[in-house]
């Protein structure tokens, strides 16, 4: 007979979900968890693949919709929280409460930081965030994989891809075990793939540097940007190779005109970066041979496209 976390774990992956993992509420010693839920026994975190089709169209030059639609939208918008639905629905058919915790793209605790996956301008800042999840932390203490030297959370079976989401509940679960510190190898090449330098060498990612690059602030990899792009800015060159220091104020100046590529309608802004620290990193991981995950051909087929500096006047 299957047991409560049978029908859990069979509910979220019909529901699309591909990895599940179980943390005792007591792994979390910033007490969050109970800070939002106060009955919370368990947190159980639920990933979901991106996709790796959805970044093939910036690895090879040609579209960049299909990342932030099905790589983030579908995933945060519509498939997680369907899954969640779901199965804190068979939590209160067995008596339990579930809650569902999605990442917060638009509310932060710093003062001065930003989300590069969302409109700069809709961000709220200095909002206490002791009711949020730190989503990358607790990823970990769920036993989903190990975080990488740029912070993000590595899997074995997807490497960098893949989403994940939260549900707190009062019901208790055997927990998994937290996974060991295997698959990084500090190669560094996260790092180097930034087209805005906006990972410093120890590993942290500078938001407003990572938005503005993100974004496409790089002429090199961004084939929309004509060559008039930034002709007043006095740091042009810079800008447009990827070398400028960014502040705050000046990342916002800049964001506002990278308008080369038509905005899709909704909440996520197009990554013209590809997110090249992931998937140098997927690069990496899938060339050393240690992804469950296996598939008929190599995700890089041919050595990365570097697009000329433009002069003003000049076209590509
Ligand atoms: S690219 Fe290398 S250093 Fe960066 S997270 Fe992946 S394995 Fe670690
Ligand atoms: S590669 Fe893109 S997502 Fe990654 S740090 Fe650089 S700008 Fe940000």
Redesign the pocket.
């Known amino acids: 007979m299957s047991t409560l976390k049978d029908k859990i774990i069979a509910c979220l992956k019909e529901n699309g979900a591909d990895l599940v993992g179980f943390s005792n509420v007591d792994r979390f010693a910033d007490k969050i968890p109970q800070k939002i839920f106060p009955e919370t026994k368990t947190v159980i975190g639920i990933a979901f693949r991106i996709l790796r089709g959805s970044h093939r169209g910036t690895e090879e030059g040609t579209t960049y919709y299909q990342y932030s639609t099905t790589g983030i939208e579908a995933l945060e918008e519509t498939v997680m929280p369907m899954a969640m639905l779901k199965a804190c629905g068979i939590l209160e058919d067995h008596g339990f409460a579930g809650l569902p915790q999605k990442r917060n793209q638009t509310i932060m605790s710093e003062a001065d930081s930003t989300n590069?996956e969302v409109d700069y301008m809709g961000i709220y800042r200095g909002v206490d965030s002791e009711c949020q999840l730190d989503f990358e932390n607790s990823a970990v203490l769920c036993g989903l994989g190990e975080l990488g030297f740029?912070g993000t959370l590595l899997t074995d079976d997807f490497g960098p891809l893949q989403r994940y989401c939260f549900i707190l509940t009062d019901a208790e679960f055997e927990q998994t075990p937290i996974a060991e510190q295997r698959l990084c190898d500090n190669c560094g090449e996260c790092v180097a793939?930034?087209?805005?330098k906006?990972?410093s060498a120890d590993g942290k990612?500078d938001p407003w540097q990572?938005a503005a690059?993100?974004k496409g602030a790089n002429m090199k990899k961004n084939p929309f940007m004509p060559a008039e792009a930034f002709a007043d800015a006095p740091e042009r060159l810079a800008i447009i190779t990827g070398e400028a220091k960014l502040s705050s104020e000046r990342a916002r100046e800049i964001i506002d005109q990278i308008i080369f590529y038509p905005p899709i309608k909704q909440g996520y802004v197009s990554?013209i970066?590809g997110?090249?620290?992931?998937i140098s990193c997927y690069v990496h991981l899938e060339k050393k041979g240690v992804l469950r995950k296996k598939f008929n051909s190599e995700f890089r087929k041919r050595e990365e496209w570097q697009l000329p500096i433009l002069e003003i006047n000049e076209t590509a």
Request: with cysteine.
């Open positions: 590069p740029h793939a930034c087209p805005g906006a990972i990612k990572c690059y993100y990554s970066c997110k090249a620290c992931d």
